[in-house]
Every structure is written in C-alpha cells, then in structure tokens.
C-alpha cells in the first residue's frame, strides 16, 4: 500500500464510521462541530427585546457555542449550539441607551430556568394538581382546535376568553384578530400595577391615553408624586439614564428632585428632598403648589388639563397652604417653598405614579398633577414631558372588580398568556373561583404558575431568545421606537412559538379563519395601522378632591396598607428567578424572604423587633410575615413587597413567603375600575419569635441601631 | 507605561438599583446559594450596595455605595496569604489565583471592606442554568476565596483585541459588567496613569474620597459624594 492508497481508504473508513453514526445523536461526530453559524469560542452579538417588562427596553445578546443536551427528532442527545451567554443594554436604543436593570439581566434564566415547561402537557389529575402527562403538538393543536370547534358549532364564539398581560408587542394585535375573525370579544388584559389611571387622566388633559416620557436629562427641578420612576414605575432603565444626565450630565448646573410618598422607595432615596403626605392628599399638595404659582404673577394658562380641575380659573380658592397643610401634613412653608423652585427654577416637571393613582381618588390626583404641570409650561417643551409618537396603541380591555369592567364571568374556552391573575388580584376578585369554573383552559406559558397550574392544556411558548420579538414603547423616548428582532437561538425543547400556534389554530378550524400573517416573523415585523387616537374623553364634571375611601375602619385597622411593587419581582413575574431571589433589596439588603416594613416608633410602641413574626389583617384576610423596621415609613402605614408567596412557581418561588395582594380590599377607582391597590386599611398583631425565614444580607438596617436601649 | 485599573462611583447618580450586582453574577458564574446557605451568611456577592439611613421618620435620608473589592495599592489582603494565592499584578489588580488557594481564609480577615467570599461548598447550577455560565471565567470550588476582579477577563479581551489590531488601549475601551450595566452612568473604569482618562479626572474630583481612607489601604475606587441642593 503506498502513501495515496493509504489516505484513500483513511477517507472511505472515516466517512464511512461518521454515516453509520448519524442514526443516534450521541455517536454524531458532527456533535463537535457546532450546528450554528458560530465559530467556537468566539462571541457573537445579536439584538432582541427584554421581555421583563412593558419599558421594552433593546438589548445585546453575547451568543457562544455550548454543549447542550436535547432532544432533536425525537432522540435524546448532545449537540453543539449557539446560546445566549449574556444580555446587555443596545447602546443604540434610544430607551436602554446601553443600560440594563436587574430583571433584565436576570432574564436569561427564563430560558435556561430548570424548572420550565419543555413539551406540550395534558392534564391527567384534578385541576391544580400539577399532573400532567407529555402529548404531541399535533394532538395539543389538535386538543385546542376541537375546542373551539365546538364552540363553533353551538354558536357560541363569545365564550372564547384570551386573557394576557398588557403587552407592547404586536402578539396581543394577532390574538385580537383572531377573536375577531372567530367572532369572540378582544382580549382581556391584566396587571397589578397597570397605570390605567393615568393614562385615563392624560387622555382628558393632554388628549394622550398614554404614559409620558419625562425629559429629566434637560430638567432643573422635578417633583415626582409617588412614581419611583428609578426603580419599578413606566421606563425605569430610560428614566435612570435620564436622571444621571439631571444631576451630573451639565457643567454647572445640577437638576434637583423633590419625592412626595409615604413610604421611601428606592427612588425616594435619591430625592434632594422627601416629603411624606397622608394617603390619597398627592392631589391636594399638587393644587396647593398650583395655588401658590397662581397667587404670583403668573398667568393662569393651563389650557384643558387647567380647566379639568375646578376652581383653576378662579386660583384655586380651596387650596391655599394653609389649608393644603391641613389634609395633606405637609407644612405651607414647605409648599410655598417648593412652589418657587418650581418657578424659579425652570424648566420644572411634575409627575406622579404608582400608590396615589391607586387610591379611590386617584383620576383627581393624576389629573391635578397634570394641572401644575400645564401651568409648568412644559408639556412638549424640553425639560418637561412628552409622548412618544406610536407609543398610544390598543392594549385590550383591563380585567376588573369592577361592574363595569369584564370578567370571566361566562367563558367555555378559556387562553392564558404570560398572566397570572390568582396571583396578582385580590382574593376577594374570586379570580381563582371564575377560573376554576371554566370547562377549557389551555396555556401558553412557560411554567406552571398560580394561574397555569389551573390549565388542561399547556402549549409551552419559545422562551424570548428563541423568538421573533417586537415591542413598541409606550414611552421613554421622545421619537417613536417600533423594535423587533429575529431569535438569538435555536430552541432547546419543544416548544413552539404562542404567534405561530395560534396561526396555526386558526387554519385548522373546520371554518379556517384568514389571518393577515404567516409566520412569528411577519407578526413582529407587522407594524401597527396608524389608529388616530380616540377622542379625548371630558371629565363628566370639573375634578375636585374627594376624601379617599379606605377599606376598613380607622379604630379597627390602624395603618395603611401598602403593596409595593418589588424591584426585583415586580408584580411577582420574575420571583422565579433565582438571581433575583438572591439579590439583596437594595434598601433592606433582605434576599429569599417577604417581610412587613414597620415604622421604629410604631415598632417600639407594639413591642416588636425586627424579625419578629407579625399578623397583618384586613377585612379580607391575614398574612402573616416578619417584621422589617424601616426608618423611611410614616408611623400609621405597613408596607409590603408584592412578588413572594406564590402556591405555585417553580422551585425557587412556590411557598416562599406570602402575598400581600391576597388580602386587599375589592376597591376600585370608579372612573376607570382599576384595582385601587393603595386603599386597604389594616391592624397588626404580634404572632411569633422570629422563625428565620428573614434572611439579610447585610446585619442590620442601621450601624447601631439597638445601641445603649434595652427592649 | 503600564496601566493601572481604577474606578470612579458617582454617588449623586448612582440610585442603588442593583443592576450592577445582577450583572456581576452574570459575568462572573457566581453561584446563588440558596435560602438556607444565604441565612447562614455565605451569599456570595462581589458587588453589593449597601444602605446608610440617616435621621428618623419624617426627616430620613437613605444613602447608597456600591462596594466592590477597592483594588488596594496597599492591600491587607495580600501579604497574609501563605501560598501566593492573592498578589498583585503589574496592572495594579488585586488577583486571587484560584489554584494557589488553599482556603485559609486569612485574606477575607485582613480586608476591611469585606469583599471576599469563601466557597463553602461546590457550586451548583441545576441543569440547564449552566448554559448561562461565560467561558471567559473559571469557576471556583469548594475551599478557594473568591472576589471581584474588575472583570479580568474583559481587561484581557480588550488587550488582546488592541493588541491585534496593533494600537493602544483607548479610554472606554474596557467596560466591567458592572460599569456597562449601569443606566445612570454612576460608575466610570479606566487607566489611572492616563492622566487625561475619565476615571482619572473624576479621581481628582473635589467631591472624590476613597472608602476607609484613613486604614492607609490605598483603594483604585474613588467614591464622588453625594451633593445636597441649597
């Protein structure tokens, strides 16, 4: 054999031994051999859209070759693929602008979470039990077509119910096409902290039902009511940017931020100034600072969001410092005193969100705040706020307690997107009982949560680096950001993507329906038809201050009760993850735990330190926690992070702590019927040495602070 | 000239959000403990911002610091160790070599900052969380100290891309997960011998101080105080 023989029959055993190994993937040779474009070892970075919240932030993916175990035609084995490695900020997004919060750079691990659904699941035990066996997508599609076939058949498309989160994307635009197309009503949305009211107030003031984006990087004086607009509330990763560029961005000139809440949130912290107000009064110190405005020399010109309010034109008669310090606590000294920074100091902004609009009276405060800022002169102006363009799209029907709102109330058929209502509604909703009563569920969510749990379907969707994203900012930017962006990888299971399963469906109906798209792709790259924004509503009559009504009775429930949305949770979406369980809260260095924030004093006078066990009751209900004392909290009010105590979410989140949204009185602000989540009283009881389940990072919450006194 | 690694934290811009730790885990493969190991205090975080509260309810204020591993020109950590395993390097780093270590723990005594974490165990990332780990960084097991290392791996990247494409590191090339994670621009990495580098100008600040100044540790992380409004 000489030397070119030898090669020859080299080549025919070697290709020969690789075919005979492609039968099972584990003997591939073509294993090493990554099946990506990707060369080993060398990073790729691709765009997508975190999926964390509504802010629609854009971000970087690092993609690099691994080994990953999975299953391809239906054989388990090892491949080589390219996978997301890391997610940073797009430094070309006008709204991350290369920046990413916490929740975004945890997000990877929705996609390589242990605990998440892989395959196409039937129900095989009672509902609520978890058991589930694997089926085929065919016979999953198959399961949820003659589902609705039925319907179909008994004339009976309005039970259809698609209940989601109010989405940005363009996903929430094909499920409603589909519900159209099929005959049922549009899709009913839902979120603990949406800012229904706020939009509702813009929309009569500035004739925009939509967030603002808030121009701080040009701003010299802002007062923020209530929003922790650097933490949980709008566009939190735009509006941080925006603040560094307020404080240190100028040469010479350093923009100044006043806080107005009753309990310091992270944003509060960063405030020149914080001033404390009693619950449900935000409005009352907004028109007692307008008071102040108009009592100088200024014109009174605040066009229709001035004329919303009654008494502007005659300058506030009802709200002069004195009697502003009367209902809200603020001193009129301090009103008058920030009353000429904000003229002063222009441009000024005013903005408000989170726990006042969640008050019964929260339209009044919103639309009060709306006033000042009118009288500001700053609305469209630099250094105030605006609206991004094609940021005001359709985001469905809001789920609610309310009579006016929808409910489950009759639905057969019941679709679940990315939602989970039993969570993150009061129990006294009787959410979970309205679901419980819906003959069909079926899911497209990747874990079983509170909610998916209920499902006799599960229809696992692609995690979001594994598909077409798209979002349109509501806000965060001063020009429009429509965004999408291809996957980042290659499915590592079964699944399949929630656009696709649902064009799917619609073409395998006995009367199949006509969807204007195809493809996942052609659903994100769709574009939204230019609606002309709504009429803007009138209010029905001048908005005037109206005492908040609290659930419960002052004598018998003591303190507010505050539900905060947590920085890393938010509404309790992301308690699945286990970076974000093991971050420290940036302002109590608490991980893994819920807890209830108590005054010192208040804490003092109820015997209780920190750690130990206390009963928190509302009319609705106990939940029973650790104590936190917390210095930045008025004396009369608890608060909670919203986010644990889920029955149900994976292994990092099922039965870890408790969930104070469960126990919230059914108020509502009756404009709009959202949740007023802020108008619940309660009364605390002592139940208990601490049992350890408060775990902090740091010791304690001051240096010192049991220092030279004894309990 | 050699570099020397330094950085500035803006504490008028930093909000305390925490995306700096979150992004410190996702570079670096720091495991997450769990609960009960969190409890008994070995959550591991090489980054964290701690809280100073001030004054009682209603005049309190809350301030945040982002503490990371200062990076010390005079480090207490190092000459305690018997093995060599925390040296410093020529660029000034403040290096734990994972191998060398033999876990007793002598260094995470000697910081003042309490920056190193100990690895009371291996670490564990239930399939397929570890798909999430970055190549670029080994991961450490039972016994050894670990800590924050600038994000060596990004220095080195950057050296050999600049290296390669024959020219000089310039400002800004070498971000920390850290630094680039940060929305509100509060923290600024760089050459300290670069006199016109940002970090270096923001050092010179007359808000700039380091943490524990008067310990004589000589940290490469200046801190620019908070202002207050008039």
Known sequence: MDRRDFIKLTAITGTSATLASCGNPEHQLIRFVPDDDIVPGVAEWKPSVCPMCAAGCGVTVRVMDADVETVRSGQAGVVKMAVAKKLEGNPKDPISQGGLCARGQASIQLTYHPDRLVHPMKRTGARGSGEYKEITWDEAIAELTGQLDTLAAARDQKSVTFLTRPHRGRRTALAAELLKSFGAAAPITYELFADEVLRRANAISFGHEQLPTIDLARSRFAISFGADFLGTWNSPVAQSAAYGAMRQGRPGVRGAFVQVESRMSLTGASADEWVPVKPGTEGVLALGLAHAILAGKRPADAGRAGAAIEGWTSGLPDYTPAKVEQITGVAAKKIERIAHSLVELQPTVAFIGGAPLAQTNGLFSALAVNALNALLGNVGQPGGISFTPGGGADLGRPLGGASSAPTLGSAKVLLLDDVNPIFASPKAWKVREAIAAIPFIASFSSFLDDTSIMADLILPDHSFLESWVDSAPESGSMDAVPTNAGPVMKPLYSTRATAEVLIEVAGKLKSPLALPWKTAEEVAKSTAKASPQPPAPSPKSPARFAEPVFDGDATAYPFHFLPYASLQFGDGSSAHLPWLQEMPDPLTSAMWSSWVEINPQTAERLRLAQGDLVDVTSSQGTVRAPVMIFPGIAPDIVAMPVGQGHEAFTRYATGRGVNPVSILAPATEPETGALAWAATRVKIARAGDPDGKLIMFAGEMREHPHEGKTR | ?230
């Open chain 2, 1 to 230: 000239m050699a570099h020397k690694w330094g950085m500035a934290v803006d504490l008028d811009t930093c909000t305390g959000c925490g995306a700096c730790v979150t992004a410190c885990h996702a570079e670096n493969n720091i495991p997450t403990v769990g609960d009960e190991q969190a409890a008994r205090g070995r959550a591991m975080h090489w980054l964290r911002v701690e809280r100073y509260w001030e004054g009682d309810f209603p005049d309190v204020r809350l301030k945040f610091r982002p503490v990371m591993c200062q990076q010390c020109d005079a480090a207490p950590c190092e000459p305690v160790c018997p093995t060599y395993a925390s040296h410093h390097t020529a660029e000034g780093l403040n290096a734990q070599v994972y191998n060398r270590c033999i876990g007793t723990r002598y260094c995470a005594n000697a910081c003042p900052y309490n920056v190193r974490f100990f690895d009371f165990f291996n670490p564990q990332w239930p399939k397929p969380l570890h798909l999430q780990l970055n190549p670029d960084v080994s991961i450490r097991e039972v016994g050894v100290m670990e800590k924050c290392t600038f994000c060596v791996q990004r220095i080195s990247a950057a050296s050999i891309d600049a290296k390669a494409e024959k020219r000089e590191l310039k400002d800004g090339d070498i971000k920390p997960a850290c630094v680039q994670s940060c929305s509100a621009r509060a923290m600024v990495f760089g050459d300290l011998n670069d006199p016109e580098s940002e970090v270096s100008r923001l050092s010179r600040s007359p808000r700039g101080g380091k943490l524990l100044e008067d310990v004589g540790t000589l940290p490469k992380v200046t801190y620019l105080a908070r202002q207050t409004q008039v």
